[in-house]
């Protein structure tokens, strides 16, 4: 028989497929990471140092949280996939503006701890993490959690009072502006003058969280990630318009003024959590069809909450409910598979 | 403004790398001292040797007959003598007695390959022929090309052959090049397929990254009736069949069906090459274009080789041997191609192409299996609308009654969910061995896991 040439060096044996695309968490993070990144500057801009300690602050101590909590379990350490840096970055620009740093890190204890690694890790928690930080917080420190102040900006077009020294003035939020101005539209009377202008609110000279005012650059982020692929277009578009659809409708029957769901598109933690939050992979379908679904009952809960429940913000909630129901949805809706329907 | 082009739901893109061997003509890698022809050349009943040690063999001549209604006959791709029978791995990891004939360098051609008239040929002539000659799906599944020519009375008339000239695998180029040189038997073979059938009408479907090709055969096929080429668009897995023939004709292949369900008969361009000299002149399947490709390869390119010959005997005789230290060698394309231990291989009907890659290239790179982040775009690019994660999960919790409700068994295993998982999930890989335990093969044939339920 004929000599053969053996190769001399081990060969990998896998299994098809032998290449792969490139796809990897910590790149996707990553990109999630600079998709935030015109968020983070608003923030900075808008508010000041108070900002750049918030977000260090739950980024940090989000990143060793992680760690801690892996090295106990006897894991692995997995942060440089960096999730848990957007954990933290995600749960400081849902908060406060000077908010105490040690609540902060509290927040990220919370949010890590709690929301993602007693589930089992990554890929394994229920609830979105950044979100169930925040609404632990809001109910164990509600006072910190709902003193609101104006960024600068803001301050030299208001006739309140400032003094020379602070930072920012406590205010009110635009949504609750809002609910102050329905009780005035329900009466007849004109609100409009006290609200912030459209301007005002859609470009971030408003009081809020640290992340969610400032809407080009949260749609900038938002638009980033759709055209990179890791966000589902489907997510924010029916949330959203779920949403306007609703408030809509409901501004249209008692006659409100017509920036009503306008107003309710661009004001509060909507935009981060539609096209940021509620997009998450582990905590929302992995069908179309699903996505779609979940994203109605966002818009659905969300809309409920604003107009009709006792806190004027419904996103954190919304989320929350809709991330118990994903694993349901997962369950029923499911795909047939291509030939599977037609007849034999 | 063009149409749009034709093509499927889903699927991913890849880097086509096609570059490295398409430009080329056709080469011809010299006959080997030794050829191992697998009994088992071919989907269905492996071959019965008609012949014995120390047999002398002629060029084209039947060495084995087939073994059943599906099966084929094995032909000597050379001339000699027959000096032995082994039992050899094949690429796939089953193992297949093979003869070994030794080659007298004479390339005696058998007496019976000489052309035949016109006249003479009539469809169950072609269907007779298709399997003297052991003509079978060059596309990489070898099934024997002559049943898919005799479907079962009941089933609805073929009135559409459609000849896959895609090639969506990457670094594979071997199509490409028989469409460009060998044009006329393409289209004389779909005739003869469509004489066979009964069908009025053929369709020659090439991915748009040919243009060279779709050009040609658009001009080639102007004045024949009944038959069309089609420009598809670029995507994996376009060349899968049912892909294929919901992008051709905008047919859906019920589950579990074969395309003449709906009317339809699907071969490879290179069968059509084959059936067309086997129907012509008589001329047996011995040979075939090969890509030989990768970063490891001094000479990459498509050659023509003898059936039987060693990869080892190609690389280095054809390809001009290798370079650096393997780190892969693939018999077949990146994406559904086997990877070996060695080249230690013969050539067979289907084999498209050998890949070798040394540890200069991206294929020396293992990755590690993660959680699955349920991102769903396993789900996303799925061509058969599958929830490869879900499969997945069902198959380690060995709950097989779930995993064949979420329809493991439509698996193609195309590859594209493994392609695109970020957690480096072998989600086809997990599939395949759901597959083996259902089909209660795992174990040993006795699987404690489960019983198949009727």
């Known amino acids: 028989m004929e000599p053969t040439k053996e190769p001399a060096s081990l060969v990998i044996l896998s299994s098809s497929p032998h290449i792969h695309g490139g796809n990897t968490v910590p790149a996707a993070m990553r990109d999630v990471i600079i998709s935030l990144i015109p968020a983070v500057l608003a923030a900075a801009y808008y508010f000041h140092f108070s900002a750049i300690s918030v977000i260090l602050a739950c980024v940090i101590s989000a990143i060793v949280f992680e760690a801690i909590c892996q090295k106990l379990m006897g894991r692995p350490i997995t942060t440089y996939d960096c999730s848990a840096a957007v954990t933290g970055l995600l749960l400081a620009l849902c908060l406060p503006p000077s908010f105490p740093v040690g609540l902060a890190v509290m927040g990220s204890f919370f949010a890590i701890v709690i929301g993602k690694m007693i589930f089992g890790g990554l890929g394994c928690n229920v609830f979105n993490p950044a979100h169930l930080g925040r609404a632990i917080l809001l109910a164990s420190y509600p006072q910190q959690m709902t003193t609101w102040v104006l960024p600068i900006t803001a301050m030299q077009t208001t006739h309140a009072s400032t003094s020379a020294t602070a930072d920012a003035v406590s205010s009110a939020t635009p949504l609750v502006s809002m609910r102050a101005a329905e009780q005035l539209w329900q009466t007849g009377q004109q609100a409009t003058t006290q609200l912030p202008s459209l301007w005002n609110l859609f470009i971030g000279n408003v009081g809020g969280s640290l992340g969610e005012t400032c809407v080009p650059a949260l749609l900038i982020g938002g638009l980033f990630l759709i055209w990179r692929g890791h966000v589902d277009w489907r997510i924010p578009l029916f949330y959203l318009a779920t949403v306007a659809l609703i408030t809509g409708v409901y501004g249209g029957v008692r006659g409100y003024d017509s920036i009503f769901p306008v107003y309710h598109l661009l004001a509060g933690g909507l935009m981060i959590g539609s096209f940021f939050m509620a997009t998450d992979w582990v905590t929302s379908p992995i069908t179309k069809r699903g996505r779609i679904i979940y994203a109605i009952g966002l818009g659905v809960l969300t809309a409920l909450i604003r107009l009709r429940g006792s806190y004027v913000e419904g996103v954190c909630y919304s989320i929350l409910m809709m991330n118990m129901v994903t694993p349901l949805i997962d369950k029923y809706v499911r795909n047939t598979s291509f030939g599977g329907g037609a007849k034999k | ?454």
């Open chain 2, 1 to 454: 403004m063009s149409s749009p082009k034709a093509t499927f739901l889903d699927g991913i893109h890849i880097p086509p790398n096609k570059s490295l061997t398409d430009g080329q003509e056709i080469r011809s890698c010299p006959a080997p001292d030794f050829v191992y022809l697998p009994l088992s050349m071919h989907i269905g009943a492996p071959a019965n040797p008609v012949v014995k040690l120390g047999d002398k063999v002629k060029m084209g001549q039947v060495i084995a007959t087939a073994g059943g209604f599906v099966s084929s006959n094995i032909h000597a791709s050379i001339s000699g003598m027959v000096t032995g029978f082994q039992r050899r791995y094949l690429p796939n990891g089953m193992m297949s007695n093979c003869i070994v004939i030794k080659n007298d360098g004479l390339d005696t051609p058998s007496e019976d390959i000489k052309p035949r008239e016109e006249s003479e040929i009539t469809p169950d002539l072609i269907r007779k022929l298709l399997q003297e000659k052991g003509i079978v799906g060059m596309g990489g599944a070898t099934f024997p090309t002559h049943v898919k020519y005799a479907p079962p009375k009941d089933g609805p008339a073929i009135d559409t052959i459609i000849l896959n000239g895609i090639e969506c695998e990457p670094y594979v180029t071997s199509d490409h090049r028989v469409l460009l040189e060998y044009p006329s038997e393409i289209i004389q073979g779909l005739k003869y397929f469509m004489l066979a059938s009964g069908a009025p009408k053929g369709v020659i479907a090439i991915e748009e990254n040919k243009p060279d090709a779709i050009a040609l055969l658009s001009k080639l096929v102007e004045k024949e009736p009944g038959i069309e080429v089609l420009p598809c668009a670029e995507k994996y897995p376009q060349g899968s069949e049912k892909q294929l023939v919901y992008a051709s004709t905008g047919r859906t292949i019920p589950d579990r069906g074969l395309p003449a369900a709906v009317g339809v008969v699907v071969d490879n361009v290179a069968t059509a090459i084959a059936a067309s000299r086997a129907i012509k002149d008589n001329m047996p399947l011995i040979e075939r274009v090969v890509t030989l490709s990768g970063n490891a390869v001094n000479k990459p390119g498509n050659y023509l080789v003898r059936l039987g010959t060693l990869y080892s005997y190609a690389v280095e005789n054809a390809a001009g041997g290798y370079k650096g230290e393997l780190s892969r060698i693939i018999s077949g394309g990146p994406m559904m191609g086997f990877a070996v231990n060695s080249l230690d291989f013969p050539i067979i009907k289907g084999s498209g192409a050998v890949l070798l890659f040394n540890h200069d290239s991206v294929f020396a790179h293992v990755p590690i299996e993660g959680t699955c982040v349920r991102c769903g775009h396993c789900v996303d690019v799925c061509p058969m609308f599958l929830e490869p994660t879900v499969i997945v999960q069902n198959v380690k919790k060995r709950d097989w009654d779930d995993a064949a409700a979420a329809s493991i068994h439509a698996c193609i295993e195309c590859g594209c969910c493994t392609f695109q998982c970020p957690a480096h999930i072998p989600l086809v890989q997990y599939i395949r061995m759901g597959k083996q335990f259902i089909g209660g093969k795992g174990d040993g044939g006795h699987n404690p896991f489960y019983t198949i339920k009727k």
